[in-house]
């Protein structure tokens, strides 16, 4: 829906307005502008769509490269399963979003970048919950009957172990989408993500605070909208939650 | 225990490994990077030796091992004083901040929690959900320039930034500890809930002991252990929100030092700080874990892996 309203407003998200700089809503930027007299809401709406996009995509590849590792852990078990889950302890010993401050503060700022950085850190919470799973569901009947009859490793993890832990995942990944954008803001919002003049939520409220003395409407309406989609995800994940059944452990 | 030792050392060796490698992920020649194109080539061979970069990785993993072991995180590039005299002055700040949070968040998020689940169902429980669901929607980068627009910039009660007043310390940590005890808040809820209808709460009462004896030594007792988890895992998100937190706020401890160290491509500050951190988190879940056998007498530690 955001993207649908940056793309009908027309609004051009760098358009400069000298006459309008830090000033407060109007009719000809309906959230007011910031430092450089940009509509807010233009790039509200572009920063968004960024937010988004690199949410999305950093969402896919954590899951996949968390779930791949998860099933191999789980199914085969033993020595295998030791390793893997001795490398996800290590990637878990680094706090929050550490290891991807430490990976966007070395591989330097810009949009490929920022997602490597944040999969580094995203892909373990998968692996863990992929793991747990596919080691009860290993002893489950169904995947021992199958496997007695001669069904091959991709056959029994592809049809007889994977679909069951789909809506679970489903779950994960909306709340995930909500983690990763807080992350990505934070990282905007320290400067490793990005870059200007690309508009980005973190980044806007980092010149929201530089300006807040005198512009708090800036700050204001940057947080309101972050706080609002934060919530609208979480709340999507809640109903997922709810409608697929799914009992986590959380 | 032992078998938990091992695992914890092997942690301890990954999370080495992982910040020793941080610096070989600087695209290109980190010496170029740090000291930037117009470097005499004199400073980049001492640099270089310095860091021991001419030398068989597996060598400069050694030696980074063995200076580390001797407390030697080198030299910062920008300053040029050891990193260690950095860390002295910064890691304790950091410490005072967290442990300030912690408490905000088990001041607010415990008795809170207690509340909602007295009056579960009721709209004093539907009010805390409300309210805690929505700091928990919170980021630091927001509740702290929000904090700091309402009670330093409008009510002018407390200081907007830095570390000099003894008030300083307030907003940084109103920050963290909220969004702690909104987490803290649900979590107490849940389980005294479960815990309230057990058999032996009921007894508690019919024995005729007040409500509060009840509540408690009874049920907080047992309702504690999935708190305890709750306050360690949560001690990760909280050491990884100071690095936000202290940079609004202008608190000087390891998380700016580390913002800092990336803006001035300062890579062995940055190293040393990341290490830090991450070596506390370790420490704080192995203290975790002994507070757990301590409240549950029950549990024995096992690494599960």
Known sequence: ?250 | MIKRLIGLVTVVFGVLLVTFLLIHLVPGDPVEVMLGESASSADRVVLRAELGLNQPMIIQFGHYLQRLAHADFGLSIHSKTPIIELVKTRYPATLKLAFVSLLIGLGVGLPMGIFAALKAGKWQDLMVSLVSVRLSAMPAFWLGPMLMLIFAVWLGWLPVSGMEANTSIVLPALTLGLGLSAILTRMTRTSLLEVLNDDYIRTARAKGLSESHVIIHHALRAALLPIITIVGLQMGSLLAGTVITETIFSWDGIGRLLVESIEKRDYPVTQACVLLVALSYVLVNLFTDMLYQLADPRVKLVYAV
């Open chain 1, 1 to 250: 829906m955001a993207v649908l309203a940056g793309r009908l407003l027309q609004l051009n998200p760098n358009l400069i307005d000298l006459n309008a700089i830090l000033s407060t809503p109007s009719s000809t930027h309906l959230l007011g502008a910031d430092d450089l007299g940009r509509s807010i809401l233009a790039r509200l709406l572009h920063g968004v769509e960024v937010s988004l996009l690199v949410a999305c995509v950093v969402t896919i590849l954590t899951m996949l490269l968390g779930v791949f590792i998860g099933l191999v852990a789980g199914f085969y078990g033993g020595r295998v399963d030791r390793l893997l889950m001795q490398i996800t302890d290590i990637f878990l010993a680094f706090p929050g979003i550490l290891l991807a401050i430490a990976f966007a503060a070395v591989l330097g700022p810009g949009l490929t970048n920022l997602t490597i950085a944040l999969c580094m850190s995203g892909w373990v919470s998968y692996a863990r919950l992929t793991r747990g799973q596919t080691l009860s569901l290993r002893n489950r009947q169904h995947v021992q009957a199958a496997e007695s009859l001669g069904a091959s490793v991709p056959r029994l993890i592809m049809v007889h172990i994977l679909p069951l832990l789909s809506s679970i995942l489903v779950v994960e990944a909306t709340y995930s989408i909500a983690s990763v954008m807080i992350a990505e803001a934070s990282l905007s919002f320290l400067g490793l993500g990005i870059q200007a003049p690309d508009a980005s939520w973190g980044g806007m409220l980092r010149d929201g605070v530089r300006y807040m003395l005198v512009a708090p409407h800036y700050v204001l309406v940057v947080g309101l909208s972050l706080m609002s989609l934060i919530l609208a995800i979480n709340l999507a994940g809640d109903y997922l939650r709810d409608q697929l059944d799914v009992r986590t452990e959380k």
